[in-house]
């Protein structure tokens, strides 16, 4: 069978199509959360999730067809029904703005439809689905991490815009493709531990969010006694005079000011403020940790390039300037003189290696410069120095130093 239309080595292809159909599948399921729709709303999405998957392994003139093929049918169903995929998005606006009012967070005026059927939210979905996809196919062809922040930050604002939050398994699943999008490539232990822990503190925060304040509570009860007993007394006045003994033991309530009959309500942003800081709060950990290491991995393979190579030529040359660099950041000014004029300072600054670097020079120059071959001993030996050197240079060097060489400058 000829595929010819795929990668055939898609280095970062499979990432990049599992990002991006994880990133629609948990911002879609975020958004039906938000706006309460049921299994029903899976079917039309199911064409996006087909396109976000497909355009991050196809080769780049068919990518690009098949994006302007995929946009082009999805603003043709829109032209097709344009009054039920109108109604359809207003339909949706209305029920956040629904789920938001039933939340206690803000007021909003709804959008005037012509039918209030929640089936012609299936003829938004389609289309929404078919170019959510493909943009989000498209950047992940790219890079993973901008797909993630772009959406994170978008589905942020919305729930703090609205003050409201989808389910917590979904918001579990959205933390997930958010790091699986973020980490490229093989994610050790170590390189996944800061953002997992960081995405459960914020998920068991959100979980147990702390409900109506106690005092506020208790003043509430002490209000509706006290005027539950102003109506008592008309009927029984001994049983109004005991019972205000006791009401007056209660803390003190302050009411507060009476409001116009159309005046909206106070609304605190309170809680909109804390949700929307642990979020965000969460994609910052998401991310930087992400970024750190791609950036400290893509600094280690230029410092070590060809160190590791087959041709021992070119790897002798390689770890010779490797060693330098560890020299340097022990102390050594090579204060721009040759590598065979370095001998009395690196005998000074490192005894352990005044006999054996004179040798290594030489042979760095012949590996780099003659066409004369290096053997296996030679090869053996310039990686006794490069390790010898890294150990002399890190016995020189305080801890501070030593975690910036190798974290920072990536040694």
């Keep these: 069978m000829n595929l010819t239309f795929l990668s055939p080595a898609p280095r970062g292809g499979w990432h990049a199509m599992l990002s991006a159909l994880g990133l629609y599948a948990a911002a879609f399921g975020c958004l039906c959360s938000l706006g309460g729709l049921g299994p029903g709303a899976i079917w039309p999405l199911l064409a996006g999730a087909a396109a976000a998957a497909a355009l991050p392994v196809l080769k780049k003139p068919w990518a690009g067809w098949a994006a302007l093929g995929l946009a082009a049918l999805g603003l043709v169903c829109c032209a097709a029904f344009p009054r039920r995929s109108l109604d ?49 196919g498209l950047i992940c062809r790219k890079t993973c991490a901008l797909a993630a922040a772009l959406l994170g930050l978008s589905l942020t604002g919305l729930m703090a815009w609205l003050g409201l939050l989808p389910q917590l398994w979904w918001l579990a699943v959205l933390a997930a493709a958010l790091l699986f999008a973020l980490l490229r ?38 209000a509706r006694d006290r005027l539950a007993l102003q109506t008592v007394a008309y009927a029984d006045r001994e049983t109004y005079e005991a019972r205000r003994a006791e009401a007056q033991k209660l803390p003190d309530f302050t009411p507060r000011p009476a409001k116009a009959p159309n005046e909206a309500p106070s609304l605190s942003l309170k809680r909109p403020a804390i949700i929307t800081a642990a979020i965000l709060l969460s994609l910052v950990l998401l991310f930087v940790p992400a970024w750190w290491a791609d950036r400290l991995k893509r600094r280690r393979e230029q410092n070590r390039l060809g160190l590791f190579d087959p041709d021992r030529k070119t790897a002798a040359a390689a770890g010779f300037v490797y060693a330098l660099r560890w020299l340097k950041h022990g102390g050594l000014d090579p204060d721009n003189r040759p590598y065979a004029a370095l001998s009395p300072a ?14 290594m020079t030489a ?27 890294q150990q002399a240079a890190e016995a020189k060097m305080s801890r501070r130093a030593r975690l910036h060489a190798r974290y920072v400058e990536g040694l």
């Design 185 to 222: 490539g093989a994610a050790t232990g170590w390189k996944l531990a800061l953002p997992l822990a960081a995405a459960g503190l914020v998920l068991l925060a959100l979980r147990w969010l702390p409900g109506p304040s106690p005092a506020l509570t208790q003043w509430s009860e002490a």
């Design 88 to 136: 359809g998005l207003l339909l949706y606006c209305n029920r956040l703005f629904a789920a938001s009012e039933a939340n206690g967070a803000y007021l909003y005026d709804r959008f005037a439809v012509t039918s209030t059927d929640p089936g012609r939210m299936l003829y938004t979905l389609l289309p929404v689905g078919l170019l959510a996809g493909t943009a989000l």
């Design 363 to 389: 042979l760095f120059y012949r590996a780099a410069y003659s066409p004369h071959p290096v053997d296996e001993d030679e090869a053996a030996a310039m990686a006794s120095f490069v390790h010898a050197a």
């Design 346 to 359: 690196v005998a000074e600054r490192y005894p352990t290696l005044a006999g054996i670097y004179p040798a």
